[in-house]
């Protein structure tokens, strides 16, 4: 029972457009969102995140984007750079009751130089 | 600062055996969290402490265990191990528990044979 889905395996992207990772989730009652980025050999790295009381949140070329109704998750990064290119993980967090950290599947992103 | 440490880096085991692994956690940081990442999925959340008490466990069976110590570094223990246990173990910390953004160890790789 996957409570977190990345239904994108691998995105490519030309460096300089925009990459748009997308992230679903089945509970409603999940109230903090993050994306990590991870690196071949090391640990998830985080990059931005977002309350359930926000929609959006931006830092530099990351924005993240939360459709509560639809209970989806965005990352979009702009302009994309040959540097980004790793595996992006959602995930989403459950602070009331029976605590919850869970991690989707993760999409692999490749920005083409 | 040292990021999060985490020993040793590569483990191989056999069926049946315990294993001990170790994480410290970032300097400052009270809550320290395990991850078992096996190959194409999201690292899954295990056990979670903070301030030395449990405060979130995963869908893992009683084979394992953890602890936290008064210095804030972790333990992760998993007896009588299976096949299905090879997988990359991380350890992330934060500085409070819920929510926070975790930061990451490079992880343990353990192989069963």
């Known amino acids: 029972d996957q409570q977190v889905k990345q239904n994108s395996p691998s995105l490519s992207v030309q460096e300089g457009r925009i990459s748009i990772l997308n992230c679903d989730y089945t509970?409603?009652?999940?109230?903090?969102f993050l994306w990590y980025k991870k690196y071949p050999a090391e640990g998830p790295t985080f990059l931005i995140s977002i309350s359930s009381i926000k929609d959006k949140n931006e830092d530099g070329r990351f924005t993240v984007f939360l459709n509560k109704s639809a209970k989806h998750l965005s990352l979009h990064i702009v302009p994309s750079q040959p540097g980004d290119s790793a595996v992006y993980f959602c995930?989403?967090?459950?602070?009331?009751?029976?605590?919850?950290?869970?991690f989707g599947t993760g999409t692999r992103l490749k920005v083409l130089a | 600062d040292a990021g999060v440490t985490q020993s040793p880096t590569h483990l191989i085991k056999t069926r049946g055996q315990q294993v001990t692994l170790r994480c410290s956690p970032i300097?400052?940081?009270?809550?320290v969290s395990w991850y078992q990442q096996v190959l194409g999925q999201g690292p899954q959340f295990i056990f979670q402490?903070?301030?030395?008490?449990?405060?979130g466990r995963g869908n893992f069976p009683d084979r394992f265990s953890a602890r936290q110590f008064p210095n804030y570094s972790s333990e992760l223990n998993v007896n009588a191990l299976l096949l299905g246990d090879s997988a990359l173990y991380l350890c992330a910390s934060s500085l409070g528990s819920s929510y926070q953004p975790q930061h990451f160890g490079d992880g343990t790789r353990l192989s069963i044979l």
């Open positions: 995930a989403v967090v459950l602070t009331s009751g029976t605590y919850k950290y869970i």
């Open positions: 402490y903070y301030e030395k008490e449990e405060r």
């Open positions: 509970n409603s009652m999940f109230d903090y």
């Open positions: 300097s400052g940081h009270k809550s």
